[in-house]
């Protein structure tokens, strides 16, 4: 392989995929995307960047014209939206979803100088979507562009309190040596839906089958990342009444136990539309639901606390959904919203870096110990 240990970063959003590779030395020399708030948060962290190019995937002569030379990696984390009932399950034929072929055949277009690394991300959507089928489309595409694959699930809650379950596809290109391995058992990385996809699709370049490790225990807390101080913007008790007023009588059964103990809880809420209504949902397993788009009322989360204070809720602050993502000190810039599409859109950066140490970097080494030999190209 000769490419140097650069990657290409699509659907960049803010640039978290990105941060989660630096540590490694990996150097990103073109970032995509075509959102400008985005852009700006993307520059508040890595500062004025040229290589982040605003503009659709689907002019395809624009951004391989953008490309400098050959990378070793590209990463797409293109949009769930149609994978999800947000999108009314289009799925790949969704307008937003269909972005992923726009990225494949920048792929194809770039020819001899197409990177021999490729990284997919997504919601566990995409193993489901159609019944299965555009997982098997999208992986059928990589490999006709000659890419061996992998794929796990991996959950963010390994690595920050935050429930984040997303679907990584690996590719590599022939030419990199990877060991011969028995197809996958149903485990903590491999859902028994996906390994029945791994089992019985017969790819042209054939599956990868890695030896992953199981993820490690989380070390941060959710009260780590919450503030609870009195400067909050902590919602009125007609507020929080409210909200307690729209709870199934489970939930706040839960809530009402909770407030009679001696011990401060930290959990967090969405609202929901159930059965006609709106539904208040709460939990207080330690974690914080997944972090969503504020579109709606239901895509932003809720903040309870049960303290010496009583009942306090509120909406979870940008910061905190910076914590949740692994960046505590991102420089926010912009309008809240702004922020929190950003954070919602993006990837958890310690879940990135584990994929990075356990599957990127591996094979990329892999490679270049392999092209010193005389045996890859």
Avoid at 136 to 152: K, M, Q, S
Avoid at 183 to 203: D, E, F, H
Avoid at 351 to 374: K, M
Wanted: hydrophobic share 40%; with cysteine; aromatic share 8%.
């Amino acid at each position: 392989m000769d490419a140097d240990k650069t990657f290409c970063e699509f659907f960049a959003g803010i640039g978290l995929v990105g941060e989660g590779l630096r540590a490694s030395g990996w150097a990103c020399v073109y970032a995509n995307d075509i959102a400008p708030g985005k852009r700006e948060l993307y520059e508040a962290l890595n500062g004025p960047s040229p290589r982040y190019h605003l503009e659709d995937v689907n002019r395809t002569a624009e951004i391989v014209a953008r490309i400098p030379g050959r990378p070793a990696l590209a990463t797409a984390s293109f949009p769930c939206v149609d994978l999800s009932l947000a999108g009314h399950y289009r799925g790949l034929d969704g307008r937003e979803s269909s972005t992923f072929f726009a990225f494949a055949e920048v792929l194809r277009t770039l020819g001899a100088r197409r990177p021999p690394l490729v990284l997919l991300e997504n919601v566990p959507g995409f193993l489901t979507s159609r019944q299965g089928r555009d997982f098997v489309t999208a992986a059928e595409t990589l490999a006709g562009l000659g890419y061996r694959l992998d794929a796990f699930v991996l959950d963010a809650r390994h690595f920050a309190p935050q429930s984040r379950r997303r679907v990584f596809v690996v590719g590599a290109v022939e030419e990199i040596p990877a060991p011969a391995r028995p197809a996958s058992q149903p485990g903590m990385l491999r859902p028994a839906n996906l390994v029945k996809i791994l089992s019985t699709l017969r790819l042209p370049t054939g599956w990868l089958n890695l030896d992953l490790p199981d993820p490690p225990e989380r070390g941060v807390r959710l009260e780590d990342v919450i503030d609870r101080d009195d400067a909050q913007d902590w919602w009125s008790k007609v507020e929080v009444d409210r909200h307690c007023r729209m709870m199934s009588d489970d939930h706040l059964r839960q809530v009402e136990k909770l407030r009679a103990g001696a011990t401060p809880r930290i959990g967090t809420a969405f609202r929901r539309v159930r059965s006609g209504g709106q539904r208040t949902e709460v939990r207080f397993d330690g974690l914080a639901g997944c972090l969503r788009t504020p579109r709606g009322g239901s895509g932003k989360q809720i903040v309870v606390a049960i303290d010496a204070c009583g009942l306090r809720m509120r909406w979870m602050t940008p910061r905190e959904y910076a914590r949740l993502q692994g960046m505590p000190d991102f420089p926010l810039i912009g309008s809240r919203n702004q922020q929190l599409f950003g954070f919602g859109d993006a990837v958890c950066v310690p879940a990135i870096q584990w994929v990075d140490r356990q599957v990127l970097t591996p094979l990329y080494e892999s490679a270049r110990a392999s092209r010193g030999n005389g045996h890859a190209g």
